[in-house]
């Protein structure tokens, strides 16, 4: 047997002939031989009675050293996949190239006279009546004229859109186009704020031969299409609708974009916008300038930056979680009980102590379209979020809206804000209150509070600069105001049946002039069907996704809130409604109305000590109808 053993060591011999291979074969070689090498060491006695070779160590043959050799080759390069190796060299640009500088420290005593622009921008700046640059445009200014990526974070209603327009103008002011087409890009969320950046773009290029165009949902896409065919020098546009150009215009496309502007880019990528954005961020020139604006900087944001900016130069102001340094912040509490007397209150509010330049949030367009119609019964000048709406024309006095006016828009002379409901996050309350005290002005918020919103009340208490106040209504006004709205619920019905009527008929007349286009039309004139840039499967799966996602997110909510309410309560020596300042006295009257719970938790007296001990009393008993006790005091078996 051992004669077997010692042949088999001495066939292994032949192994230098691998040291003809490649080199990098003679690096793995040692590590091959060294176990052969060790073993032919040990020698004969080394080997144990119950011994036995495995299956690979039966018979040595050179496939076998072969896949031995890429076996220690695969574990020191494991094979990745394209994707793997893509995301590895994003990762590593990302390390690289993250932030290529932080401009958030910049000169404070910087003017418009300073940032070296043209004099038909300064005459508009003048024109508009801005004196001083805000902490966001004294950054982005300078950095945008060098033409530099930027990637900046600021608060709400600090001027954002004025940071990114400058520089923009500038440029296309020193560098005159040569041909016509659109050059800047600016993408935004929603249409309201659409309609503003485009009003500011053009007070601001209302000296210069610069134009602008508007390209959002809402608005007819003949005239849209027949701007952009005409080569504006600035798009402001939304993503959807913007992508529904690029697909269904002709010659329409964005291969000349110089200058990529994505204002409220958490707010895109909170609508699912992502990969639309992507798809836009794709079809654009390479070559180009890009800024990237948003009031919170989350990991989405982070990866879009990543994607669309190349060494950004990195801009934070101030913290979004922060409210305007001149608003004071007021808070009514709505008891648990009391949950229906929110529309009284928000009546009393407004009749009584603010009755113009006031924003009223709502959790939803239902509510917001009630309380539209209840404050408008009332007497009150009231509108929903529009637009062409400002409280300077004396259009309205109150403004009705759900958060699609929280983020972004600067609705002119905003002077009290209230909240019908408290928002989800501490950080949309922040961008609602947002809407006054803008730009330095002194301004007011007032939201109710109910018993399952005290922890975002602890919350907003918390962080606030300025003391938080509490605003007290009489209760006979409260149930005044509860008693009108009763009567009213009549017309508030009669009303909205009203409108569902004209709703059907305008909705009829759509079908009817429909019909008649079809019939007029011959099938050579017929349109081909408009294209997008997805499947309808591809579509439907992403609907699909979203509302697993959002039924998720809802499930989540009401699994905390279900936790919340199964938490045990701690328990009160004191009643809640009952003054602190009475318990506090030594000497307070003993007729005082305290619960038997109360007194006996709170009576620490030896006979109460000693009727604990000892089990109820003989009255107690005889009462309750238990037995005699039995026992009692020690007696000796002798007596």
């Known amino acids: 047997m051992f004669s077997d053993l010692i042949r088999t060591i001495d066939d292994n011999d032949d192994i230098p002939v691998e040291a003809e291979s490649d080199s990098e074969d003679e690096e793995e070689k040692p590590i091959v031989l060294k176990g052969k090498q060790n073993r032919s060491a040990r020698g004969v006695g080394d080997f144990s009675a119950g011994f036995e070779f495995g299956e690979r160590d039966g018979v040595y043959s050179e496939d076998w050293a072969l896949q031995d050799v890429m076996a220690q080759l695969k574990k020191r390069r494991a094979p990745t996949t394209l994707d793997e190796k893509i995301e590895k060299v994003r990762k590593k640009r990302k390390v690289e190239e993250a932030f290529f500088e932080d401009a958030s420290q910049f000169d404070e005593s910087l003017t418009f006279q300073d940032m070296n622009l043209s004099r038909p921008i300064l005459k508009a700046i003048t ?38 327009m400058l520089p923009v103008l500038e440029r296309l002011i020193y560098k005159p186009r040569e041909a016509q087409v659109t050059r800047v890009l600016v993408l935004v969320p929603t249409r309201e704020l659409g309609i503003q950046v485009h009003s500011v773009s053009k007070q601001l290029a ?7 165009c508007l390209a959002v949902g809402g608005l007819d896409l003949k005239s ?35 200058i990529l502007i994505l204002d409220e880019a958490d707010r895109m990528l909170d609508e699912y916008f992502e990969e639309q954005m992507k798809e836009i961020i794709r079809m654009c020139s390479y070559q180009r300038q890009t800024m990237l604006f948003s009031a919170t ?58 009755q113009d330049h006031v924003m009223l949030f709502t959790q939803t ?28 024309d004396e259009q309205i006095d109150i403004l009705v809206a759900t958060d699609v006016a929280a983020r972004g828009l600067d609705i002119e002379g905003v002077k009290t804000v209230i909240n019908f409901t408290m928002p989800n996050t501490v950080k949309h309350y922040v961008h609602r209150v947002g809407r006054t005290a803008r730009a330095g002005k002194v301004g007011r918020s007032v939201s109710l509070v109910g018993e399952t919103e005290r922890k975002m009340l602890k919350d907003i208490v918390k962080t606030a600069k300025t003391p938080v106040k509490a605003r007290v209504l009489p209760q006979e006004v409260i149930l005044k105001f509860r008693d009108l709205i009763e009567k009213l619920e009549k017309d508030v ?75 045990q309560k701690r ?42 001990r000892s089990g109820p009393s003989f009255e107690d008993r005889k009462r309750l109808g238990l037995s005699k006790k039995n026992g009692g005091r020690f007696k000796s078996k002798a007596k």
């Not at 952009?228 to 150009?245: K, Q, Y």
């Not at 079908?511 to 591809?538: D, G, H, V, Y």
């Open 365 to 392: 367009k239902k509510q917001a379209h009630r309380m539209h119609i209840l404050l408008g019964l009332m007497g009150l000048k009231v509108g929903e979020l529009h637009g062409n709406l400002r409280f300077k």
């Open 493 to 567: 019905y009669a009303v909205l049946r009203l409108e569902m009527e004209e709703k059907e008929m305008a909705h009829s007349e759509a079908q009817i002039n429909s019909a008649k286009k079809k019939l007029s039309r011959s099938e050579e004139e017929m349109q081909p069907p408009r294209t997008w840039f997805q499947t309808n499967a591809e579509r439907k799966k992403d609907r699909k996704e979203r509302a697993q996602f959002e039924m998720l997110k809802s499930q989540m909510f009401a699994e905390r809130a279900a936790k919340r309410e199964r938490k």
């Open 297 to 354: 900087m989350s990991e989405e944001v982070k990866d879009l930056a990543s994607v669309s900016l190349k060494q950004p130069v990195r801009i934070f102001v101030n913290s979004n979680t922060d409210v305007a340094p001149y608003l004071r912040q007021e808070f009514v509490r709505i008891r648990p009980n009391k949950e229906g007397d929110r529309e009284a209150v928000v009546a009393a509010l407004l009749t009584r102590s603010f």
């Open 206 to 212: 209302q000296f210069t031969s610069i134009s602008t």
């Open 224 to 258: 849209q299409e027949a701007a952009l065919r005409a080569g504006p020098d600035v798009l402001i546009a939304t993503p959807g609708r913007l992508i529904d150009h690029l697909h269904n215009t002709p010659s329409f496309e964005l291969k000349n974009i110089e």
């Open 127 to 164: 024109t508009m009546g801005f004196k001083q640059p805000t902490p966001i445009q004294k950054a982005c200014v300078p950095v945008g004229l060098l033409g530099k990526d930027i990637c900046a974070c600021a608060a709400t209603g600090t001027g954002k859109t004025a940071a990114f």
């Open 571 to 612: 328990a009160r020596a004191i009643p809640e409604e009952q003054p602190m300042k009475k318990a506090s006295k030594p000497n307070a009257n003993k007729s005082g109305k305290n619960s038997v719970f109360d007194k006996e938790l709170t009576n620490t007296s030896k006979k109460s000590l000693k009727q604990f």
